[in-house]
């Protein structure tokens, strides 16, 4: 039977269509001709039926033939009039020798580049910038006049909180680049910048701090990011599948960011920041199952606070994943494991419904994730309707009806909340979903079948990798002395290494001793 | 060559969840019992009847009465009703009687929960030992629970409807977590029994009749004292003041008043002993076995019938030595009863004496029946008083007659 099961699988897989490689009509290798007219009429074949390309011929210092190429609404128009049109088709009284040191030396323009492939001046004029094609020059003139709508800079949503910068990333590249630069103002900050995907020409950029990261892992980023040949890149998602370690886990190996203030903070510890074109996610890579469930304000608050609420989403993350379970499975399997008081009044609870508690968990646990996630897609003004309905429905509706236990209904409630504990919200869909064959296991073996689970679990995450990282660390490979940042959250004061594993090439970052010890005031007479 | 490992391993992670899942599917779940199924046994008690059978009675509880709302609408459930009933059967023994019960029960009994067993009065002079056998082999009946013997019948400790708890079994655990007659529990009787000197004591209950306006069953089962127990038999009682002193020799007292007349004073003081650390000394003196029991107490007073100050030291010093003398009392009449009536060591006197003279107990063990009655004992008490209440002269007492000493 195995072997018919896996001829079968080999099958559908030899049915997959070969992967076309690098078929890209839109990318011509030629340089510009020396004949004007035949450059523009090239460019008007290349930008047949593009009703937003613009082709603006005019009279360079009224003889000279010239054409400015650009796209509505990608370049500041008013500019191209007032600082390339007015001075350009002026009658000077002496007329420059050479256009070209006119162009560099006299043109209001902030950059003004000399393009001689034509791929280039497509790729100018695609990102905004116009090209000046001139008579008798063998080259166009790229214009930095690119100019488009862009988001504000606005509060970022997914990860709120209550302290700390409220400034997110958005979908602009320059601004993200600038925030982390307005924030780290050292020139050790480099960010290095590629395009990815053959239709959309995404600008990715990979942002790190000259010093403190350890240069095989840019290397590494950089020749994985190149290997990527795809269509386009629309998010960051994208990136992440296609450079992660282990494709198939279900917990990421790359984390994800809309905050400025938590990428410089990677970026000082050493890490690499991803910044993708249009997409306020940025990637930071290499990353350890403990940055998941750590967050922003961790580091913002007293470190008590930090510490206290580190521990409370240990617990929490332990009862998002297997509450339900071990509900389910005390009720199957182990009913001498709980108080008697408490085992009789489940039983008195349980008494009506009519279904076994693993399908009594698997329904409302699938329920609570179809409305979080309607919730999540729907309008904000029907969102408020989802919540009262689920509240309504599932919460008491369904006990009344009998349905549903009355404890089942807490267990999921409290599951629920502890997901959302996870500041990382990947880091908390990933439990979820882990969930569900936990409930399996506990519904058939009870909690040998927990324990299966949960091992199994543990061991595929300490065989993770992130870009060579091991994802536990530092818990497995334990160091005791990292601990002070995944365990507790040590003050300020006493933090004075960076993680080994990132920052291992300079491996202090602040000065030792530094706690605070004020005179008191007797002291000081 | 990494796309080809990739399909590889994708096509034994989907084979793997494959048979996982096809594993599950056909093995269903054998060992699954849903609380739905179960009877949940509370407690049972175990009788002896006439034709060498025993009747096995389980206190089981019923979902539906605690299940106020539910499905039906919440109709017809009487507030304050019962939530336990009683089903027994008889049989040869226990397992007997159980296979039996089961029989005629829908719901698998459980046992896990049980944490009352009785046995009848009769049974218990009879032996217990191979109902104790089973309690002990099955795996469901806990080894904490705890173990009494009965005034008469068992089982109609079982019926009664206890206005306070929510089934009477619960109220006699409560009763037994507050200390103040024996406590014991399955795994102890079964050490005591198989221990050196092979006697045990398990508590008495007996039922309170129910009070004026109460009905017929709502009695409530109290601790009446203590089963002497010589080998698996019972071979006699202490009452509930008996009892007392051995939990005093035994170091298990806790919350218990202690009243008393202090010296030639009127009235009586009542002590709450807060602290108290018992030591038995075991002696062999000119071959005379004495065991020394110290005793280092301490009480706090609750009530104060006299006309003496308390805060001053004198008067202190004469309630500690009429505190001292009542304990000392206490223990005495307990030892007098357990040595002369009963000689039987439930105090724990033989292990003792095994521990510090293992060589001649080691020599005397077959004797240990003729040498525990003739055994001495001698007390050393310590009482102190701590703490005297809010107040310290006599409440609502003119100054004049408080008499200070």
């Known amino acids: 039977m195995i072997r018919n099961v896996s001829r079968l699988v080999r099958k559908t897989k030899e049915k997959k269509p070969h992967v076309q490689k690098n078929h890209d009509d839109s990318k011509p290798q030629d340089t510009l001709h020396k004949n004007y007219y035949q450059n523009v009429e090239t460019f008007r074949s290349v930008y047949n039926n593009c009703s937003d390309v613009m082709f603006r011929p005019f009279l360079l210092f009224g003889k000279t033939k010239a054409t400015i190429i650009y796209i509505k609404g990608l370049t500041n128009i008013e500019g191209i009039e007032e600082f390339v049109l007015s001075p350009l088709m002026n009658e000077p009284n002496n007329v420059p020798s050479s256009i070209n040191e006119f162009l560099e030396n006299k043109m209001p323009v902030s950059t003004v580049i000399r393009v001689n492939m034509l791929a280039d001046c497509i790729e100018s004029i695609s990102s905004g910038n116009p090209i000046l094609l001139i008579e008798g020059e063998s080259a166009g003139f790229s214009l930095g006049l690119a100019k488009w709508e862009k988001r504000g800079i606005e509060e970022p949503i997914a990860e709120g909180g209550i302290r700390g910068s409220r400034e997110g990333f958005n979908e602009s590249l320059e601004i993200n680049t600038s925030q982390l630069r307005r924030i780290i103002k050292s020139p050790a900050l480099k960010i290095q910048s590629m395009k990815i995907g053959n239709y959309t020409k995404t600008t990715v950029a990979v942002a790190y701090i000259d010093g403190l990261v350890d240069q095989t892992l840019i290397e590494e980023i950089t020749n994985r990011l190149k290997k990527i040949e795809i269509d386009g890149i629309l998010e960051s998602g994208y990136i992440e599948e296609m450079i992660e370690d282990n494709p198939y886990s279900p917990f990421p190996q790359i984390m994800s960011t809309e905050r400025p203030d938590i990428a410089c903070a990677n970026l000082l510890e050493g890490r690499a920041v991803i910044i993708v074109e249009g997409t306020p996610f940025t990637l930071i890579a290499p990353i350890s199952f403990f940055s998941l469930i750590q967050s922003h304000e961790d580091y913002y608050q007293r470190f008590m606070v930090g510490t206290f609420i580190r521990w409370l989403r240990f617990v929490f993350l332990g009862i998002s994943l297997l509450l339900p379970s071990l509900y389910v499975a005390i009720l199957t399997f182990h009913h001498e494991a709980v108080p008697t008081s408490l085992l009789l009044s489940i039983s008195a609870s349980r008494e009506a419904v009519p279904f076994p508690a693993i399908v009594e968990a698997l329904i409302m646990e699938i329920t609570f994730e179809a409305l979080r996630e309607a919730g999540v897609r729907l309008p904000k003004q029907i969102g408020s309707a989802v919540s009262i309905v689920g509240a309504l429905v599932i919460g008491q509706a369904s006990v009344q009806a009998g349905l549903v236990s009355a404890p089942m209904v807490i267990v999921v409630a409290i599951t629920g909340i502890a997901s959302f504990m996870m500041p990382r919200y990947v880091a908390g869909i990933a439990l979820r979903m882990l969930r569900f064959p936990m409930i399996l296991l506990a519904g058939t073996l009870g909690l040998l079948g927990i324990m299966m689970g949960v091992i199994a679990i543990v061991i595929h995450l300490c065989s993770l990798r992130s870009f060579g990282i091991p994802y536990l660390s530092p818990l497995a490979p334990l160091k005791g002395r990292e601990l002070k940042d995944v365990l507790w959250r040590a003050p300020w004061w006493m933090m004075d290494t960076r993680p080994r594993l990132t920052g291992e090439s300079n491996l202090y970052r602040q000065a030792p001793e530094q706690a605070p010890n004020p005179k008191r005031g007797s002291e000081t007479e | ?405």
């Open chain 2, 1 to 405: 060559m990494e796309k080809g490992k990739g399909r590889l391993f994708m096509k034994n992670i989907l084979l793997l969840i494959l048979i996982c899942g096809v594993t599950l599917i056909v093995s269903g779940c054998w060992d699954r019992v849903e609380v739905n199924d179960l009877a949940i046994v509370t407690a049972a008690a175990i009788d002896k009847k006439d034709d060498n059978q025993i009747e096995l009675s389980l206190q089981v509880f019923i979902p539906k009465a605690l299940s106020g709302g539910g499905s039906e609408g919440g109709g017809g459930m009487s507030g304050g009703g019962a939530v336990t009933m009683v089903a027994s059967h008889k049989g040869s023994n226990i397992s007997d009687a159980l296979s039996k019960l089961q029989s005629e029960f829908p719901r698998r009994v459980f046992w896990g929960h049980c944490k009352v067993f009785i046995f009848g009065e009769k049974l218990a002079k009879a032996g217990i030992q191979e109902h104790l056998d089973f309690l002990l082999r099955h795996p469901q009946p806990r080894e904490r629970a705890y173990v009494y013997v009965s005034e008469g019948k068992a089982k109609p400790i079982l019926e009664l409807l206890a206005p306070l708890e929510r089934y009477s079994a619960e109220g006699l655990r409560e009763l037994s977590d507050l200390h103040i007659g024996m406590k014991v529990t399955l795994q102890d009787l079964d050490e005591k029994l198989i221990g050196i000197v092979q006697a045990a004591a398990l508590p008495i209950v007996d039922i309170h009749p129910p009070g004026k306006g109460q009905e017929k069953l709502q009695g409530e089962p109290y601790i009446a004292g203590t089963a002497v127990f010589k080998k698996d038999k019972m071979i006699g009682n202490l009452t509930e003041k008996e009892t007392r002193g051995i939990l005093w020799i035994r170091n298990e007292i806790e919350a218990y008043t202690v009243t008393f007349k202090p010296g030639a004073e009127k009235g009586e003081i009542s002590i709450n002993p807060i602290k108290a650390s018992v030591k038995l000394v075991p002696e062999i003196r000119n071959k005379k076995w004495i065991m020394v029991v110290k005793i280092d107490t301490e009480g706090t007073i609750i009530q104060n019938g006299t006309n003496l100050n308390l805060s001053s030291p004198k008067s202190i010093k004469v309630v500690e030595k009429a505190f001292e003398k009542e304990i000392e009392k206490r223990i005495e009449l307990a030892f007098q009863q357990t040595q002369q009536e009963l000689k039987t060591d439930i105090l724990g006197f033989g292990e003792e004496f095994s521990r510090k003279y293992p060589d001649k107990w080691k020599k005397n063990k077959g004797r240990w029946n003729e040498i525990f009655p003739e055994i001495e004992l001698e007390t050393e008490i310590k009482a102190h008083i701590r703490r005297q209440g809010y107040i310290t002269k006599p409440g609502g007492m003119p100054e004049k007659e408080v008499k200070e000493q």
